[in-house]
Nanobody, 126 residues
Framework: QAQLVESGGGLVQAGGSLRLSCTASALTFSSYTMGWFRQAPGKERETVAV????????DYADSVKGRFTISRDNIKNMAYLQMNSLKPEDTAVYYC???????????????????WGKGTLVTVSS
């Protein structure tokens, strides 16, 4: 059964950096558009960044543009989210998700996602 597992979360001071990883198994990773999402306490889940299955098209939430970078390694079956200049408002549980040959705009809207990970907590202290 396909599985996505996030790692790399933790506690960091404002201004610091973290790199999240998403390890995929039991799926043809290179056929999936990958996305990172986050949900803060009491808030709806929001899309953070999306990378197309072929790595060509990327999309970022306005709130993270210039600070976060999404990438993927289709050999290692992994997706990454490099987070720099972290702010307390970035505190949330971060999830990765996969959609089979997903259109970036569809994944941004969280429509048609096939698999979700269980999330990793990122806490940014002020």
């Amino acid at each position: 059964q396909a599985q996505l597992v996030e790692s790399g979360g933790g506690l960091v001071q404002a201004g610091g950096s973290l790199r999240l990883s998403c390890t995929a198994s039991a799926l043809t990773f290179s056929s999936y558009t990958m996305g990172w999402f986050r949900q803060a306490p009491g808030k709806e889940r929001e899309t953070v960044a999306v990378i197309e299955w072929n790595g060509v098209t990327l999309d970022y939430a306005d709130s993270v543009k210039g600070r976060f970078t999404i990438s993927r390694d289709n050999i290692k079956n992994m997706a990454y989210l490099q987070m720099n200049s972290l702010k307390p408002e970035d505190t949330a549980v971060y999830y990765c998700a996969a959609e089979y040959f997903g259109d970036v705009s569809s994944v941004v809207k969280q429509h048609g996602v096939n698999y979700w990970g269980k999330g990793t907590l990122v806490t940014v202290s002020s």
